[in-house]
């Protein structure tokens, strides 16, 4: 009976992480071979009562989920635990790969609960589940991609044997990077599609209204034919009669905020660090400075990533964001105010501020992954015969926004406008062949300048 359940212990720790390891064949996982967290649940079930023990089982499936997947969003740990509390505000049981993955994880966990009923004092089999910890984590400092100890001793762990981690404890993982990531703010300037181009210069700017959009999961193609979908309805030869257009890339690192950060104040830096940098370090503040009013419009709740703490912060006067009561949504796990309608806002405002001088900005909201199909209805642009279902939907999507406007930059009873459009990041696409399409280094910009 001893060896029985040894043996039946090693099969439930390798069959978890071989159901891993076979997913990472069709989706960008992030993770080592062996999680030892499912052997350090049978630890736990030996010493502990199995209706308590697998409150753990699910903590450690849930920490190895998010660990797992945090690079398809290009999340770090410090914004995936400010996201916990705002969970109600995602829409996730909108989404039949999420709910896929809900009942495999019921299945896992109704699993494990059986295993520690048999394991429960058993106590023999601690020492073969502590043994198999500990050749893990070894053979993963033998390897070189402990990333602990690489850090603790990097002369004497520095080259890596196979491509690979061998194995670590995803909660574990989640738990150090947590607090290691917040640091001191280090200025380390990267290159943003906003700055020489929105910046005021010596108190004079290209006009009197300005406008900053980031355009979510905006990637730069590795196909040239891919990146010229979305502009379709835009650069057309009405609008080069009235604006003279500029086109680029700049280089992305993190998820949103990130982008944020660095359209706004030149860092790669988190939303976290809004506080250590003061508006005047911004270009909201700078604007507003030269007196500039400053407005932020974007269509999901506030309390996300608690931007209507960190955009004043940044220099901006007038916030906007979406609402519950509104009468149409789009978008399926982050549902909110439809993009087209926003833009519908902004022609208004700027009709209202012809005298004045306005920097606006607009976070889009209604491409973020996973695409509403419905947003790629009506747009006329026939995608390459080697994109998947998933990059046409998302092209489309940003071709009938793009179109929406091309509408406001041609709209004679609007002042003209400057206006830089820019990526967040590439789609976090989690099946390999789409997320291939595009560049994970580099996203697209363009600038449009009144003649």
Known sequence: MKHKLTYISLLYLFFINFIFIIISNYILIDRALINIDYALYIVISVL?????????????????????????????????????????????????????????FILLASMSYTLSRFVYRKYEILKSSTLIILIVLGADAI???????????????????LPTNIGTSQTGKFTYDLFRSRKALKSAAVESASEARLVPVQDQTTSD???????????????????????????????????????????????????????????????INAGELGNQNCIPGRFAANGYETYAFHGFTETF?????????????????????????????FRGQCDTDILLKIAELMRRSKEEKTFVYFLTLNTHLPNDAALADGSPAVCPGTATDKVCTLLKAHENFF????????????????????????????????????SDKVVPFLEIVPK
């Not at 390897?143 to 044997?161: A, K, Q, R």
């Not at 990533?305 to 796990?333: A, M, T, Y």
Request: proline share 6%; with cysteine; net charge neutral.
């Open 305 to 333: 990533f608690n931007r209507q703490q960190w955009f004043p912060v940044v220099g901006f006067k007038h916030l906007e964001f979406g609402k519950d009561n509104i009468s149409r949504k789009c978008g399926i796990f």
């Open 143 to 161: 390897n070189g991609t402990s990333g602990v100890i690489s850090n603790v001793m990097p002369e004497t762990f520095n080259s890596v044997t």
């Open 403 to 438: 179109a929406s406007l091309a509408g406001l930059l041609k709209d004679p009873t609007l002042p003209p406008i400057h206006i830089v459009l820019v990526g967040d990041h590439a789609p976090p696409f989690a099946d390999l062949k789409s997320r291939q399409k595009f």
């Open 209 to 271: 209204h300005q406008m900053l959009v980031v355009v979510e999961s905006w990637g730069q193609s590795t196909d040239p034919a891919y990146n010229e979908i979305p502009l379709l309805r835009l650069l057309t030869p009405d609008l080069f009669q009235r604006y003279k257009v500029h086109r680029g890339t700049v280089p992305f690192n993190g998820a949103t905020t990130s982008g944020e950060m660095r359209e706004f104040c030149g860092i790669l830096a988190s939303f």
């Open 48 to 104: 502990i009562r199995p209706c308590i023990a697998c409150a753990s089982i699910i903590i450690f499936l849930i920490f190895d989920a998010i660990m797992s997947a945090k690079s398809i969003f290009y999340f770090d740990a410090k914004s995936i635990a400010l996201s916990f509390p705002k969970l109600q505000a995602i829409e996730l049981l909108n989404n039949d790969l999420f709910v896929l993955t809900l009942f495999g």
